[in-house]
């Protein structure tokens, strides 16, 4: 009896299929979002987040891109280096003045002030995606 290849998880190259690393992928951040949401915020998180945006990226074919890197010259990794710790500086420093704004400021509590955390995350994050997206969209357009 055979088994479709839709249905089998390995390919005839002994490879997992695209389809269960999206799903490993989902499994990771719903189990993430769940936890958050009943026992909170832990350390595990900055483990387990860049291992779901691997998964996804193995799902989209994105981390076969990843062999351009070796094109590139040791200025241009430095940029990116560089690029990477600015934009984790401006996530931190948002993060604080957002914190600053609803303590202080704003004296928010309760229910307001955990949504408005959840809020200013994700607002402070976009800066980000943007800035940093780019110089790694230009070095890499480069590298072409």
């Given at each position: 009896?055979?088994?479709?290849?839709?249905?089998?998880?390995?390919?005839?190259?002994?490879?997992?299929?695209?389809?269960i690393?999206?799903?490993?992928?989902?499994?990771?951040?719903?189990?993430?979002?769940i936890?958050?949401?009943?026992?909170?915020?832990?350390?595990?998180?900055?483990?387990?987040?860049?291992?779901a945006?691997?998964s996804?990226?193995?799902?989209?074919?994105?981390?076969?891109?990843?062999?351009?890197?070796?094109?590139?010259?040791i200025?241009?990794?430095?940029?990116i280096?560089?690029a990477?710790?600015?934009?984790?500086?401006?996530?931190?420093?948002?993060?604080?003045l957002?914190?600053?704004?609803?303590?202080?400021?704003?004296?928010?509590?309760?229910?307001?002030?955990?949504?408005s955390?959840?809020?200013?995350?994700?607002?402070?994050?976009?800066?980000?995606?943007?800035?940093f997206?780019?110089?790694?969209?230009?070095?890499?357009?480069?590298?072409?």
């Amino acid at each position: 009896m055979k088994i479709a290849q839709k249905d089998n998880v390995f390919n005839e190259g002994g490879k997992m299929s695209k389809k269960i690393f999206n799903t490993i992928g989902w499994m990771i951040l719903v189990g993430m979002g769940i936890s958050w949401i009943w026992i909170g915020y832990s350390s595990w998180y900055l483990l387990l987040l860049p291992v779901a945006y691997i998964s996804f990226s193995i799902n989209d074919g994105s981390i076969k891109k990843l062999a351009k890197t070796k094109q590139m010259s040791i200025l241009q990794v430095i940029l990116i280096l560089i690029a990477f710790v600015v934009s984790v500086a401006i996530v931190f420093g948002l993060i604080q003045l957002a914190s600053y704004l609803i303590n202080d400021i704003l004296h928010l509590t309760g229910g307001i002030k955990t949504l408005s955390v959840m809020i200013a995350i994700i607002l402070s994050l976009y800066p980000v995606k943007f800035t940093f997206g780019s110089v790694v969209y230009k070095v890499m357009d480069s590298v072409r």
